[in-house]
């Protein structure tokens, strides 16, 4: 018998959306609510029946399952804690829980929120305070949760300067795709040691290393390949934190490749700088960054150019790469839309069953919502957390959103942008469209 998955799509959709309160009984599928509380609860569909539709189409074998948990915070990256995320949290005082809650959303880090007033709440809530010229005590109050919430309500700007700093080059995974304001999208194929290769869709496959301030070390592309020897300077300013600097040169080689003995030469000083630490918003959402300046003097072929990257250590990434020439007209502005992890080697029904929650999370969920997703076919769990609509200048209704990937090895946090198509289905700009049509959607910025 032939099952359409839209069709089930769309049932299992309106399933979930008929009643919060009285559960439709159905073979196969089990649903339960817990009633709200001050302290975040789950709602688990264990989609059995679902995912038996499913093997029908895919060969599944698995089940996957999600639970919809109200109040819960965005988190920083680290590793997950042995008990299943789809448990609920017992929080033991309300109002410790949303002062834990509100610090982690200003970028500190109260470790994971549970109502319990323990050394590292009491030292986020101390970290707060001094920051903002408050009596650092590092005790909870009303009026501290008050102050929180005022200052996220504008913004994080209110004589915030988070503690950050990030220790080591970003880490990536084969098969994660970064997608740009410019249009690019650009993918890891694979990592070796300080070096990852990419793939774009322009065409270029590329070399560069973690220390993303460093030059590309190859690139071949349609028209030409080279590649960049950086002296041995290069790493010096990790750990990153506000004050450190670097200088490094570099020496290109670039062959036009249909011409093997058409080949240039240049020499490149740079010095670069860690500047401060700043809260942005970007099309992917908004993050603490450590601002880094980098400068390049101009030479006899090139212009002077100072570059500014904005590293978010939450993504290990950066969220905005700016770069400024001394002649108007040349100034280049990108921005992050999203990172789409890759879920190398996942059978179809559990790419499928991810799809699902995460389409449902977009559609159907409010901010103070998040699914948290599971599969037996593999490790892997995932949190998803969708953020407040907005409208795009050509009237689309869009939202942003955080996937966060956890295992018992590490834990990935995975921003995005997506808007709801014609047909109602919630597409990230950039993936499925061709470069120039993708800047265009995004405003052109560029």
Request: charged share 25%; with cysteine.
């Amino acid at each position: 018998m032939a099952i359409e998955f839209e069709t089930l799509y769309r049932g299992m959709s309106s399933l979930y959306s008929h009643s919060r309160k009285q559960p439709v009984p159905l073979e196969g599928l089990s649903l339960s609510h817990a009633g709200r509380s001050p302290m975040p609860h789950s709602r688990r569909l264990t989609l059995a029946g679902l995912c038996a539709a499913l093997g029908l189409l895919t060969g599944c074998s698995d089940t996957w399952s999600f639970s919809s948990v109200f109040g819960t915070p965005d988190s920083t990256s680290q590793r997950i804690e042995s008990a299943p995320v789809n448990e609920p949290i017992n929080a033991a005082d309300p109002l410790i829980f949303k002062a834990q809650t509100l610090l982690a959303k200003l970028g500190y880090d109260p470790g994971r929120p549970d109502g319990v007033d323990g050394p590292k709440t009491r030292a986020a809530v101390s970290n707060y305070q001094a920051d903002t010229g408050l009596k650092a005590n590092g005790r909870v109050s009303s009026g501290l949760v008050a102050h929180l919430a005022s200052n996220l309500r504008e913004g994080g700007k209110v004589a915030v300067t988070p503690r950050l700093k990030a220790n080591s080059p970003p880490g990536y995974e084969p098969g994660d795709s970064f997608v740009y304001s410019d249009g690019r999208v650009e993918t890891v194929v694979s990592v070796d040691g300080d070096k990852v290769r990419w793939q774009s869709n322009r065409g270029t496959i590329f070399t560069a290393y973690r220390d993303f301030v460093l030059p590309r070390a190859s690139w071949v592309s349609a028209g030409q390949r080279g590649q960049t020897m950086v002296g041995t300077e290069r790493g010096r300013l990790w750990p990153l934190k506000p004050g450190k600097e670097t200088s490094f040169s570099a020496r290109t080689i670039v062959q036009i490749r249909d011409r093997p003995d058409n080949t240039s030469e240049s020499t490149e000083q740079w010095h670069c700088q860690v500047e401060k630490v700043e809260r942005i918003s970007v099309v992917a959402g908004t993050f603490n960054t450590l601002k880094v300046v980098c400068r390049r003097p101009a030479r006899e072929s090139a212009l002077e150019l100072t570059r500014v990257w904005y590293y978010a250590p939450r993504v290990r990434h950066y969220v905005r790469l700016n770069d400024f020439y001394e002649v108007e007209g040349r100034d280049r502005h990108v921005e992050l839309v999203a990172i789409q992890p890759g879920g190398r080697g996942w059978p179809p029904a559990a790419r499928a069953g991810l799809d699902w929650a995460l389409q449902h999370a977009l559609e159907s969920m409010s901010s103070e919502e998040q699914i948290e997703w599971s599969s037996s076919a593999v490790e892997t769990r995932v949190t998803i957390k969708p953020h407040v609509l907005f409208e795009r200048g050509d009237g689309k209704t869009c939202r942003n959103f955080v996937q966060i990937w956890a295992d018992k090895r590490v834990r990935h946090s995975y921003p995005g942008t997506a808007c709801r198509e014609a047909e109602g289905r919630w597409q990230v700009p950039g993936l499925s469209d061709s470069p120039d049509k993708s800047r265009a959607l995004l405003g052109g910025r560029s």
